[in-house]
């Protein structure tokens, strides 16, 4: 199995499908592509991702590629049912809560990400204050966090999911920035931040520069 990665480690999405395998006990190497340098726009790698985006996986044991990070994440979990911790909430209506988390989080807070890149989180990256655009978008983060957390809550579901290591990263985005956020929330995502798929990515190699 291999998973295609940018090569400095800054993408979230990426970094969601790296905490799906480790957390599936899944082996896997993985491939880097300097986006920089436009590789994930080469023809071998359109041969790959139909999305010519990372995270791509190929599943050599299935003869099967895929692109984009929930998606990933949805087949491993299903095509390894039996293979190291679920991915998704087993209640129906959880489950669906936490796809739908996921993909308003990569739809939606385009404010957030734009001022509050992942360099803020992974290279501690001092950023200017939030803009009025932003600080709408912070809020409105909150309050749907708040929604399903509430304070001393661990997970958002009754065990972890893969989707709370996507919010826990979107509001990392906030906490590591020193911006202002809801002191229950600044708990949930240290505490999501330590889960050792998590550590294994954070610590990473980067190049500071």
Do not use: C
């Not at 990256?125 to 399903?148: D, G």
């Amino acid at each position: 199995m291999i998973l295609y990665v940018d090569a400095n480690y800054l993408s979230p999405y990426a970094m969601s499908a790296y905490v799906a395998l480790r957390e599936k006990g899944l082996a896997f190497e993985l491939r880097l592509l300097n986006l920089q340098k436009a590789e994930q726009a080469s023809a071998a790698y359109a041969a790959i991702s139909n999305t010519q985006r990372v995270p791509a996986l190929v599943d050599n044991a299935h003869n099967f590629n895929l692109s984009e990070s929930s998606a990933i994440a949805e087949y491993i979990d299903e095509r390894y049912r039996e293979r190291g911790h679920s991915l998704y909430p087993a209640n129906i209506s959880a489950r669906a809560k936490a796809r739908e988390l996921q993909a308003w989080l990569r739809s939606d807070l385009q404010h957030i990400r734009e001022e509050r890149p992942t360099e803020v989180v992974f290279l501690k990256r001092s950023p200017a204050p939030l803009s009025a655009k932003a600080q709408t978008a912070a809020n409105k983060l909150f309050h749907a966090a708040t929604q399903l957390l509430q304070p001393g809550q661990q997970h958002l579901f009754d065990e972890w999911s893969i989707a709370d290591t996507d919010l826990a990263l979107m509001l990392n985005r906030l906490v590591l920035a020193e911006d202002p956020v809801p002191e229950h929330l600044v708990h949930y995502a240290y505490l999501q931040w330590q889960r050792p798929s998590v550590q294994d990515w954070v610590n990473l190699p980067r190049q500071i520069g």
